[in-house]
């Protein structure tokens, strides 16, 4: 038989400049698992991107989602995920939290800081979980999950309640008041205060535990490129609004490393430079993120890591171009223009406030809705994670909104960040078909999104 | 001469076959109940289809086919996903149907049908069985009351009693706490069937609600579901004489499209798969006005698609 929309071996034409992406990130993580040798201390943090105030600390930090999301997408999180568990945190618990707790007992069983095999043969021998070194100290600062929030409190339980820890809180942006706006108004204004409040008492409580003054001229520094950064890859993803799309949401989840936890710096200026460029030359080229750009999907939801390769050819042999979603194009300093580099504390409250999971319904929609008529979009695909109910609370609201305002057909899908055991092919093949033939079946009878 | 289509829904515990003459008429239906995925199934359907029609393979001219195992079909040319097969069948009985409720074995989806019978949206459960054929299966073992009986056991309920609609497992352990405190077989199946209701009620607000409704799958033909269900949506439902056909109708109507238009849909399908997709799905979405036409007194299965 020939089932003419059963993916027939086409595969997503990747941007080639993320193949410089897997070097930063092994190199970051190389000189994490060498920070204890190298007498640097190390914090472990959650949440939303403070790694620059441990940057200008000199200190080195793992980021328990990113940690996670990489042993996924490597295959190593089986055996932190496995220790957790049988310390006793359920499946039902966030799986980044849960991998990167199974990680916390794997070091403490341990008994000794990272050293030994390098990345490489660590990661060949599905043991990468155990490499990252124990914590010197926690700062949590988890927007909106309330598992994001208790996440540091079980680290530091983990770790016999003798590691410092410092909490953020970051406020929910509720969008309440008369004059709410998105990025505005007094509710909006008075979170931010709040936020730099607490930012500046973290890096005196950093100082306190470097014995060190806290190095402002060297966070400016940092944020001089993040925010060169954040702006060099808006840009590139807007361009994206060319049709074919040159690049897809599963290349811009690929990038996020630099715009998330990876030193700031020249290396990832020169980063989103060279993807900018490559995104150019795929404009002038008319060379698509995909063999052949027949639908254009918007992803909502956070990230399946364990699947990212196969869900980018998944869709790319459905002929459809996963153009934008709410994680990669709502977050991870988007909004690099509120970054003040010689006073920079204000930029990041207010990039920390409105990550892609800390807007009330109504004002997420709204940038969805003008994501999804930017990039021209003709259906839109909710990824519900199991375990992070966080991005999923939303998403019937989204789907209503999408359907109603811009006449979009949906599709819902199940799945999970890092614990590939909630994800069932067929399922999703039976959703994204269906959704696939409906756009079909507009298009025929002239119906436009 | 091949001078008949069929339409084949591989489904989770049952296959059901369709196939219609080239005017459109249903010469023959089967319904095969030969365990999960089973290519036994798919056989016994296809031949119990043949041998009402009088028919061979041979004299197929085209084969669609749906359901969860729609690719492991040889015969099948083409495949469609159950929404919309399901959508275009509901559609061909009951053109009047906004919105179709289907609840087969595996899946329970709810399908919004514009005018013009195109799917506009839909919603399916999740991964767990609740809400599903699977639901009931598991719970009338736990009560220990065949499948077909439970229906009629739960239209005697007196009491009101309440199950989980959220996880078929948790849903059986409520079962057998409740009838270790005593409780009725009847009520505690009443309760089964207002969490399935529930579940679908569910799926109904968010594809949003609409009339006239019709309801196909398995669980059609069991009165209290659709008891139940009617009384959570408080609105009747149009239901066939044979709800379960639906899937295969619509897999066979899509074939009768493609016979209709062989320039589309059966040039040389390695060459030119994705304009004969695009091509048979335009007629799919239309009134079809390419079908032979019927004697006065028949009337034609083809629906406003």
Redesign the interface.
């Known amino acids: 038989?020939?089932?003419?929309?059963?993916p027939?071996g086409k595969k997503a034409n990747r941007l080639k400049t993320s193949s410089m992406n897997n070097k930063m990130v092994n190199d970051y993580w190389t000189d994490v698992f060498n920070a204890k040798a190298e007498g640097k201390l190390v914090c472990w943090y959650e949440g939303v991107a403070i790694n620059p105030l441990m940057q200008a600390a000199d200190i080195r930090w793992v980021h328990g989602e990113a940690w996670s999301a990489l042993l996924a997408a490597r295959n190593n999180e089986q055996p932190a995920q496995t220790a957790a568990e049988h310390r006793g945190y359920m499946k039902e618990l966030c799986s980044y939290a849960r991998t990167h707790i199974g990680c916390g007992v794997l070091a403490q069983n341990r008994g000794v800081e990272a050293s030994g095999s390098s990345f490489s043969d660590a990661l060949g021998a599905g043991l990468l979980g155990e490499r990252i070194p124990a914590p010197d100290m926690f700062i949590s600062a988890y927007p909106y999950c309330s598992t994001g929030q208790q996440w540091d409190e079980m680290l530091f339980r983990l770790f016999g309640k003798k590691i410092p820890i410092f909490n953020i809180s970051v406020p929910w942006v509720w969008g309440n008041k008369p004059d709410a706006m998105y990025l505005g108004g007094s509710e909006f204004n008075e979170a931010k205060q709040y936020m730099v409040k607490q930012i500046r008492a973290c890096t005196d409580w950093i100082a306190q535990q470097t014995g060190k003054k806290y190095n402002w001229d060297k966070l400016s520094e940092i944020m001089s490129y993040t925010k060169t950064a954040g702006r060099l890859r808006v840009e590139a993803m807007e361009l994206c609004k060319a049709k074919p799309a040159p690049a897809s949401f599963f290349d811009w989840t690929t990038s996020l490393a630099p715009v998330n936890f990876i030193p700031g710096g020249p290396a990832i200026v020169d980063y989103f430079e060279k993807t900018k460029a490559e995104i150019v030359q795929r404009i002038a080229d008319n060379e698509g993120g995909i063999p052949?750009e027949?639908y254009r999907l918007f992803w909502d939801g956070i990230m399946n890591w364990n699947k990212i390769g196969w869900l980018a050819n998944k869709f790319a042999a459905y002929?459809a171009n996963m153009v934008a979603g709410r994680y990669t194009h709502m977050g991870f300093w988007h909004e690099f223009e509120s970054i003040d580099v010689e006073n920079p504390l204000e930029g990041m409250a207010v990039n920390y406030l409105v990550c892609p999971i800390n807007l009330s319904a109504p004002l997420m929609i709204e940038q969805i809705i003008k994501l999804c008529k930017h990039y021209e979009i003709e259906g839109v695909v909710l990824h519900?994670a199991r375990t992070c109910r966080a991005f999923s609370n939303p998403q019937?609201l989204i789907?209503?909104a999408v359907?109603k305002r811009l006449g979009l057909?949906?599709a819902?899908i199940?799945g999970d960040m890092v614990d590939e055991s909630?994800y069932?092919d067929?399922?999703v093949n039976?959703?994204v078909?269906?959704m696939l033939?409906?756009i079909?079946?507009?298009k025929?009878?002239g119906?436009a999104a | 001469m091949k001078s008949y289509v069929m339409g084949i829904d591989f489904g989770s515990t049952t296959t059901k076959t369709v196939i219609l003459d080239l005017k459109g008429k249903m010469v023959a239906s089967c319904v095969a109940s030969k365990g999960s995925i089973s290519a036994e199934g798919v056989q016994v359907s296809m031949d119990g289809a043949f041998a009402q029609a009088g028919i061979a393979q041979k004299d197929i001219a085209r084969t669609v086919s749906t359901g969860y195992g729609r690719r492991m079909i040889d015969v099948a040319d083409q495949s469609y996903t159950e929404i919309t097969c399901h959508a275009r069948g509901a559609i061909a009985m009951f053109p009047e149907a906004r919105l179709v409720i289907d609840i087969g074995g595996q899946d329970s989806k709810v399908i919004a049908v514009s005018g013009d019978g195109l799917v506009q949206q839909f919603a399916m459960n999740d991964r767990c069985a609740a809400g599903t054929g699977k639901f009931l299966e598991a719970l009338a073992r736990a009560v220990q009351v065949p499948v077909e009986a439970m229906g009629a056991l739960a239209m005697s309920s007196t009491e009101k009693l309440t199950v989980s609609n959220m996880c078929a497992t948790f849903a059986e352990t409520e079962v057998i706490s409740l009838l270790a405190e005593g409780k009725s077989k009847p009520d505690v199946l009443g309760a089964v069937h207002a969490a399935i209701a529930s579940r679908t009620a569910g799926l109904v607000a968010r594809v949003g609600n609409r009339n006239p409704i019709v309801m196909t799958g398995g669980v059609a033909k069991n009165h209290a579901a659709v008891h139940y269900i009617e009384q959570a949506l408080s609105a009747k439902m149009l239901i066939a004489p044979d709800p379960q056909i639906a899937g295969a109708l619509g897999a066979a109507l899509f074939a009768l499209d493609e016979v209709a238009k062989p320039s589309a849909a059966m040039m040389d399908e390695e060459d030119g798969a994705d304009e004969a997709m695009s091509s048979a799905r335009g007629c799919a979405t239309q009134p079809c006005k390419t079908a032979a036409k019927l004697p006065a007194n028949e009337r034609p299965l083809l629906g406003p698609m």
């Open positions: 038989m020939n089932d003419l929309i059963l027939q052949q027949k002929d519900a019937f789907a209503d359907q057909p949906v819902m199940e909630f069932k067929e399922i039976s959703r078909e269906a033939e409906s079909e079946a507009r025929r009878v119906i």
